[in-house]
């Protein structure tokens, strides 16, 4: 099955800086690849994602980057604000058929004002 | 993006009595629905995939007679947890696929606190 690695699983930065989460999957027949936050009690929100016919796609601050050759995607965030500060969690899979993704173990970002 | 619903939002019960959990899609069908439990400071654990008029599947280590799924429409999914012990204490997410555009959307959680 699909197993996805995501670093760091903490990452602190001072509010302004960039931040930029990893994530590596094994199967290469993963081809859709969603980025969640979520804040302490509350639901994982989609912020982002990618699918694998694509390299990179941004929203105002927030990009994901995929290298399907390396089976590697990340997410970044520019301009850090201390509301971006919660749990992220990637995840993979393939957008067909059964549908079920695989999830990262998370990254805690905390951004310091 | 697409809504889902969890109810109750958060639970206590005595070890030994069964709680449902109700997961609705409120503005799509769902043909497939998700159960995640989650622990502190952890990421979701995929208990079972819940399929619309068949049986749920299962992820290996998760009891199906402790967690009976029912998805009898294609807006709701149920989570029962039997007999429930103090070890059940947990916060149990449901998740639901919408076909169009095809993404994943999560309800609140139910936290779940055996006594």
């Known amino acids: 099955g699909e197993n996805v690695e995501q670093h760091p699983s903490t990452l602190s930065v001072q509010e302004g800086d960039s931040a930029v989460i990893k994530c590596t999957y094994s199967?290469?027949?993963?081809?859709?690849f969603p980025w969640y936050k979520q804040e302490l009690g509350k639901r994982p929100q989609l912020i982002i994602d990618?699918?694998?016919?694509?390299g990179e796609k941004k929203d105002q601050r927030i990009a994901v980057t995929l290298n399907k050759t390396a089976k590697h995607f990340s997410l970044h965030i520019t301009e850090t604000q201390p509301e971006d500060s919660a749990v992220y969690f990637c995840?993979?899979?393939?957008?067909?058929?059964?549908?079920?993704?695989?999830f990262g173990r998370g990254t805690s970002l905390i951004v310091h004002p | 993006g697409a809504v889902v619903s969890q109810h109750p939002s958060w639970v206590i019960c005595k070890s030994g009595t069964s709680v449902k959990i109700e997961c609705r899609s409120l503005?799509?069908?769902?043909?497939?629905m998700f159960w995640y439990r989650q622990f502190p400071k952890q990421s979701l654990m995929l208990m079972a995939t819940?399929?619309?008029?068949?049986?749920?599947?299962?992820e290996q280590g998760v009891e199906k007679d402790k967690f009976l799924i029912n998805h009898a429409s294609l807006t709701l999914s149920t989570l029962t947890v039997t007999s429930a012990h103090p070890e059940d204490s947990s916060f149990y997410i449901c998740?639901?696929?919408?076909?169009?555009?095809?993404?994943?959307?999560f309800g609140p959680g139910t936290r779940l606190t055996v006594l």
């Open positions: 998740s639901a696929r919408d076909p169009n555009p095809g993404e994943q959307f």
């Open positions: 199967d290469s027949a993963s081809n859709y």
């Open positions: 990618i699918r694998s016919n694509v």
């Open positions: 995840a993979a899979s393939w957008n067909g058929g059964s549908y079920i993704p695989t």
């Open positions: 503005d799509f069908q769902a043909t497939t």
């Open positions: 819940s399929n619309e008029g068949s049986k749920a599947t299962y």
